[in-house]
Nanobody, 124 residues
Framework: QVQLEESGGGLVQAGGSLRLSCAAS????????MGWYRQAPGNEREFVAD???????DYADSVKGRFTISRDNAKNTVYLQMNSLKPEDTAVYFC??????????????????WGQGTQVTVSS
């Protein structure tokens, strides 16, 4: 399968910034969409932002104008620059990616993988 590893979470004061990274590894053939989701305690996981292989982006209304998603296709890595952070942005942030990989050298299959999550805490 394809593994995703997030990094960059932490504790920041309101108004501050953090940058999350997520690197995909494995026998990857191609990655279509890479994105970020978040889950606060007691809440369901929600969409934050995503980006296609061609660079088309989409954002949740709650983060538009504050968060910027980008990716480095050569490194199979997606980033989330988070500015003007608010206490309500506190959550575990998860990376997601879908595409095709090689379970064996002669075959390809689709994948949809999630990272383990990284904690973002914004203090007021």
């Amino acid at each position: 399968q394809v593994q995703l590893e997030e990094s960059g979470g932490g504790l920041v004061q309101a108004g501050g910034s953090l940058r999350l990274s997520c690197a995909a590894s494995g026998w990857i053939v191609s990655i279509n969409t890479m994105g970020w989701y978040r889950q606060a305690p007691g809440n369901e996981r929600e969409f934050v932002a995503d980006i296609t292989s061609g660079g088309t982006t989409d954002y949740a209304d709650s983060v538009k104008g504050r968060f910027t998603i980008s990716r480095d296709n050569a490194k199979n890595t997606v980033y989330l620059q988070m500015n003007s952070l608010k206490p309500e942005d506190t959550a575990v942030y998860f990376c997601n990616a879908d595409g095709r990989y090689r379970p064996k050298y002669y075959s390809q299959e689709v994948f949809n993988s999630w990272g383990q999550g990284t904690q973002v805490t914004v203090s007021s």
